[in-house]
């Protein structure tokens, strides 16, 4: 069964000090793993998608990596504005299945 | 704003009522998810469309719940004799075909009291 954990479940920050969360996924053919950013009552907003290990994207503050394993998503000098729960999630190609099998999320907060 | 949007934001009923939430997704998208999200975990899927044909739904998705697609544009989801289990934050996200990012909406809060 495919699985995602991440890991911490919870990261305290100080404005500017820069940090790493991990994703760590089994899953039986990787066809796209997947970063989003969510609000407190709000739906997820995409960030990244990831196919391959040795990719890496980057988007302002924020850059994605990928192994065979695990990914990690870099957040460089964060600001307070970047507080949010980040979520990882995979996608397999086994059994033509689109749906996105997603991680608890990692509780990002960024004090000033 | 050319988003999935969703209707009702949020949505409290009493145990045993019956509740229908609507998404409109992104007008070219022919993908259209639905999603499940208590609090402190992730989404977990339900089912999913590909224009108005059901293709994949969850064990998660009891007799009591049905999904369905008209003409292949907006989507409802339907909740029959709600229980406080059901109580849940409900997600719908569309994606313009395979191999595609899932773009979300802002979800209908559901409270069963």
């Known amino acids: 069964e495919d699985q995602v954990t991440q890991s911490p479940e919870a990261l305290r920050l100080q404005e500017g000090e820069s940090s790493s969360l991990n994703c760590s996924y089994t899953?039986?053919?990787?066809?796209?793993l997947f970063w989003y950013r969510q609000d407190p009552g709000k739906g997820p907003e995409f960030l990244f998608t990831?196919?391959?290990a040795g990719e890496e994207k980057e988007k302002e503050r924020l850059k994605a990596t990928l192994t065979k394993k695990e990914s990690f998503l870099h957040i460089t000098a964060p600001k307070p504005e970047d507080s949010a729960t980040y979520l990882c999630?995979?996608?397999?190609?086994?059994?033509?299945?689109?749906?996105?099998?997603f991680g608890k999320g990692t509780k990002l907060t960024v004090n000033p | 704003d050319t988003g999935v949007s969703q209707d009702p934001r949020h949505k409290i009923t009493k145990r045993g009522q019956n509740v229908t939430f609507r998404c409109d997704p992104i007008?070219?998208?022919?993908?259209l998810y639905w999603y499940r999200q208590t609090l402190g975990q992730g989404p977990e899927f339900l089912t999913y469309?590909?224009?108005?044909?059901?293709?994949?739904k969850s064990r998660l998705l009891s007799d009591r719940f049905s999904a369905e697609r008209p003409k292949g544009s907006f989507s409802t989801l339907e909740i029959q004799r709600t229980e406080q289990g059901d109580s849940a934050m409900y997600l719908c996200?569309?994606?313009?075909?395979?191999?595609?990012?899932?773009?979300f909406g802002p979800g209908t809060r559901l409270t069963v009291l």
């Open positions: 990831l196919y391959s």
């Open positions: 999630a995979v996608r397999r190609t086994q059994g033509g299945s689109e749906k996105l099998v």
């Open positions: 469309f590909q224009n108005e044909a059901q293709l994949e």
């Open positions: 899953v039986s053919g990787l066809r796209g």
């Open positions: 996200a569309s994606s313009l075909g395979m191999e595609r990012e899932q773009f």
């Open positions: 007008s070219e998208h022919n993908r």
